[in-house]
């Protein structure tokens, strides 16, 4: 069996000054092992900016607390929050900021999640001078909100990009994955998932067009092989799908 994801897994990777990486996983969604990954950012005022948390692991929370005081726990949209309750009660001082409608998910109410604050689509000034975010509607619901840091020129995308590797993934399903472009170089996210955002495709595209202008050197995103160079172009041909941008 393949390794679906990207060891080692639960330890801090370095991206850029004042950016980490963290690999998890797998985590199986219709049958399909994902590589799963969380975002860290130090702020200029030395708080760290946890954009959707992996699985909790002590050693983990002790090696990312070295670098300083977690102050922020991000749910960047209504699908990215499984971890977060633990995280919160290992970290209690920390604030938990969720995408739209994700407090109004049953699941959501059940699990005695906190959401302390709703992301909007302007960066609220916990982090402003250090990340610009822009909110990306869909249908149903669905809201994911893509963050800027400007010192790095990172982008972090959750869903909205998706970018397994063919041979990572089990032989049974890799036909499927290639045909629905969920795979390198291609980089789309599910057929359902574009989909529903498609319900609001004219403001997505309008919200994807903004992230493209950016034009970031790194895209990081939650599953699959993130765009280490040439980001800019990867993430425009990614979002294709959406229509063309200027």
């Not at 939650?222 to 799908?241: E, P, S, Y």
Request: overall charge positive.
């Amino acid at each position: 069996m393949p390794e679906a994801t990207y060891p080692p897994l639960d330890v801090l990777k370095a991206v850029a000054d004042g950016v980490w990486i963290v690999d998890s996983g797998p985590l199986r969604a219709l049958g399909i092992p994902l590589p799963v990954r969380m975002t860290v950012i130090r702020l200029r005022d030395g708080a760290l900016w946890l954009h959707s948390p992996t699985r909790y692991d002590p050693r983990l929370h002790r090696e990312i607390a070295a670098l300083g005081p977690i102050r922020h726990l991000v749910a960047p949209n209504i699908a990215h929050w499984t971890y977060l309750k633990a995280w919160q009660d290992h970290c209690p001082e920390a604030l938990t900021w969720a995408a739209p409608n994700l407090r109004r998910r049953g699941q959501v109410r059940r699990s005695g999640l906190r959401i302390n604050r709703v992301l909007a689509d302007a960066a609220p000034p916990d982090w402003e001078a250090d990340l610009r975010q822009t909110v990306v509607p869909g249908g149903l619901s669905f809201r994911e909100v893509g963050f800027f840091h400007d010192a790095s020129r990172t982008l972090i995308l959750t869903d909205l990009v998706l970018n397994l590797e063919p041979a990572k993934m089990p032989a049974l399903v890799r036909p499927f994955l290639q045909l629905a472009r969920m795979t390198t170089p291609h980089g789309q996210p599910p057929p359902y998932l574009r989909l529903v955002i498609k319900l609001r495709r004219r403001a997505a595209a309008r919200a994807a067009a903004e992230l493209i202008a950016l034009k970031p050197e790194r895209v990081i995103f939650a599953h699959g092989l993130w765009f280490a160079g040439d980001a800019t172009a990867r993430l425009r041909h990614a979002l294709r799908w959406l229509g063309r941008f200027s």
